[in-house]
């Protein structure tokens, strides 16, 4: 039997007159699975989100969720969703407001399951206008699961959240991803995205430039790094010169990032300054984000 995607995009493509807000873009994700939507402003990531949920017609392309259209997903409550800019109700108490959205869906999760999974039991007498915006958040989170979505939206979902709510808030996406629930994620936080993306979606300029695990892509996109100090200190550019190799000044010391690890180490050996302080660590997202988006590496 042939399976079906949570999300399947194909050819996804939207026009706005004669520019191409997102062209040809085809993925999949399945069940279970967190990923990431990366890219720069203006790559698309909100084209394409909107595509998803069914408020944009594409110009070309297609897009099914469990198999089915955005819109009788929307109806059936196959998707939920949490934007990075919502307004709730001032004059409701959480619980007034989760009660009602889980009218609005056929087979909602009970209204415990919703409270424990969200983690704001605490909360559920307060009116929303006395909410932190942390708090905010999490009872957004929890209006998103009240349908008992197959696929969950995220926009800079931990956005005014402090770190033990944001590590708090992942482990209960965890939860919701061993049940089968597929997350699609938008962040600017590359941590983040690097912690608990299982693959990212790297957008630019409407077009995909990679969709893989951030493993692979630090591993075939990226270059290690040194890091050492000198005695006797050089500029940027002299380095970079020296060791034919894009150096960076950082806490002191330098990052050397090289895509030939032994003869960039055994050059800054050989420096008449006396290098100390060595270490060497993989490449970051942050470093793969950057060359893809500036150099247009397709994938």
Not at 34 to 47: E, H, M
Request: proline share 4%.
């Amino acid at each position: 039997m042939e399976s079906v995607f949570s999300l399947e995009c194909h050819a996804l493509t939207l026009h706005y007159g004669q520019t191409a807000a997102l062209d040809h873009v085809t993925f999949e994700c399945n069940q279970g699975e967190a990923v990431a939507l990366l890219g720069p402003n203006g790559a698309g990531k909100t084209t394409l989100i909107k595509l998803c949920l069914g408020l944009l017609t594409p110009t070309q392309g297609t897009v099914h969720l469990l198999g089915q259209d955005p819109k009788v997903a929307v109806r059936k409550g196959i998707i939920g969703t949490m934007l990075q800019h919502t307004h709730l109700p001032g004059d409701a108490t959480v619980v007034e407001l989760l009660r009602f959205q889980r009218t609005l869906y056929e087979q909602p999760l009970s209204l415990d399951v919703v409270v424990e999974t969200a983690g704001i039991s605490e909360i559920l007498n307060k009116r929303t206008d006395k909410l932190s915006g942390g708090q905010i958040r999490r009872v957004e989170f929890a209006m998103a699961i009240a349908g008992n979505p197959a696929t969950l939206f995220l926009d800079e979902p931990t956005e005014g959240m402090d770190l033990a709510t944001r590590q708090e808030f992942w482990h209960r996406l965890d939860i919701l991803k061993n049940y089968g629930t597929t997350v699609l994620f938008a962040s600017h936080d590359l941590t983040e995205t690097d912690r608990y993306a299982d693959r990212i979606l790297l957008l630019s300029q409407g077009h995909k430039v990679a969709f893989d695990r951030p493993e692979q892509l630090k591993c075939s996109l990226g270059m290690p790094r040194i890091r050492f100090r000198l005695q006797i200190p050089l500029t940027v550019d002299d380095l970079s010169q020296q060791l034919r190799c894009r150096v960076i000044s950082e806490s002191g010391g330098y990052v050397a990032l090289t895509p030939s690890l032994d003869d960039t180490l055994r050059a800054i050996v050989a420096l008449p300054q006396r290098a100390y302080h060595f270490s060497l660590e993989d490449s970051g997202l942050d470093e793969v984000f950057s060359r893809l988006t500036t150099m247009g590496v397709g994938s």
